[in-house]
């Protein structure tokens, strides 16, 4: 069984980096900033459930990951795009919460939730503001040369998505403060791995 498991770690997260040596101050930061991963996505309605927490560094970025256990979807309500940005987003929070302060750690999170609010504004049509219109890479494929939108346009999606990755985070904040001492963590079914 311990050999599947590290078979799987090496498939999600990559090979383990033995040369990667980090101090204990950033075993500790990226102790917190996966903790707080998988702390939001505990208690957010709408996550997948988180199934692994890692500080072992592996392949050539990742200091750590939190493994989830995703279910089947084909259809993502806005509710479940929220939630999830807001678990992606759960480390930065708990960085700046517990040391307050931030470090280069969420680079990959925050590529991902940024991705995530411009795909619902720009191809889902998830935003009041900017209507049920869709511009995806898909129409700037079949011929249009540029953006298929005006500047006007462009200034409100990017207004958008700023606000809704600052709501998300807010919220991240707001669920880590909550449940801050929460004993409701004990009987989370969660495998937690540190490096030693």
């Known amino acids: 069984m311990k050999d599947f ?6 498939v999600i997260g990559g090979l383990e980096k033995k040369s990667k040596v980090m101090s204990p101050e950033e075993k500790t ?4 900033h996966e903790s ?3 702390i939001v996505g ?3 309605e709408h996550t997948d459930p988180v199934l692994k927490v890692s500080i072992v560094p592996r392949g050539t970025a990742a200091l750590g990951f939190s493994q989830q256990l995703p279910e089947e979807h084909y259809l993502f ?8 940005m807001s678990a992606t987003l759960g480390g930065r929070a708990a960085e700046e919460i517990k040391f307050e302060s931030i470090t280069t750690g969420a680079s990959d999170d925050l590529q991902k939730v940024t991705k995530m609010a411009y795909s619902q504004i720009q191809a889902f049509g998830m935003s009041e503001k900017v209507g049920y219109l869709n511009f ?22 990017d207004q958008e998505v ?7 985070y807010e919220r991240a904040k707001s669920v880590l403060r909550e449940h801050k001492d929460s004993k409701s963590l004990e009987t989370y079914p969660i495998k937690v791995l540190i490096a030693v």
Do not use: C
């Open 5 to 10: 498991d590290q078979a799987i770690d090496r």
């Open 29 to 32: 930061i990226v102790a917190y």
């Open 36 to 38: 707080g991963h998988a």
């Open 42 to 44: 505990w208690f957010l």
């Open 77 to 84: 309500t806005r509710e479940q795009l929220l939630d999830t």
């Open 136 to 157: 995806s890479k898909r129409q700037q494929e079949e011929g249009y040369v540029g953006k298929p939108f005006s500047e006007a346009t462009a200034n409100l999606m």
């Open 162 to 168: 700023r606000d809704m990755i600052g709501e998300a």
